[in-house]
């Protein structure tokens, strides 16, 4: 089978002709015909992810609220979860905590820095 790459373009207008490819309408990308499919799937993401971001720009607190609302509400669940999940990816947890510890040394060192005057000067 050859790919949409290899075919000339006669060949390309000739399959959208009989209905076997379709060329998207927003990025011209070419793919597989679908009846009443009109963007490709990549198309179809960044619309989505465009209309998301602008509900939640929007909706900023009520998602913020829902959102601690299920955290409070399913607290034992989600830290059942997380220890599951730690439980079997040890070593992959550790790495990314090792990793994060020497990206972030100077600002975690300040702010031990900062608990340790803090203790200090309530003594």
């Not at 465009?50 to 607190?61: D, G, P, S, T």
């Not at 829902?66 to 040890?90: C, D, G, I, S, V």
């Amino acid at each position: 089978m050859t790919t949409k790459l290899d075919m000339n373009v006669e060949e390309i207008f000739e399959k959208i002709k009989n209905k076997e490819l379709t060329i998207c309408e927003t990025c011209d990308n070419i793919f597989d015909y679908v009846p009443q499919k009109v963007f490709c799937d990549e198309c179809k993401r960044k619309k989505a992810r465009a209309r998301n971001r602008k509900y939640y720009e929007e909706n900023l607190e009520k998602v913020l609220a829902r959102q601690r609302k299920y955290r409070e509400e399913n607290r034992e669940k989600r830290n059942a979860y997380q220890r599951k999940y730690r439980e079997e990816n040890l070593e992959k947890v550790r790495a990314r905590e090792r990793k994060y510890r020497e990206e972030n040394r100077e600002k975690l060192n300040a702010r031990k820095r900062e608990r340790y005057h803090a203790k200090k000067k309530e003594e």
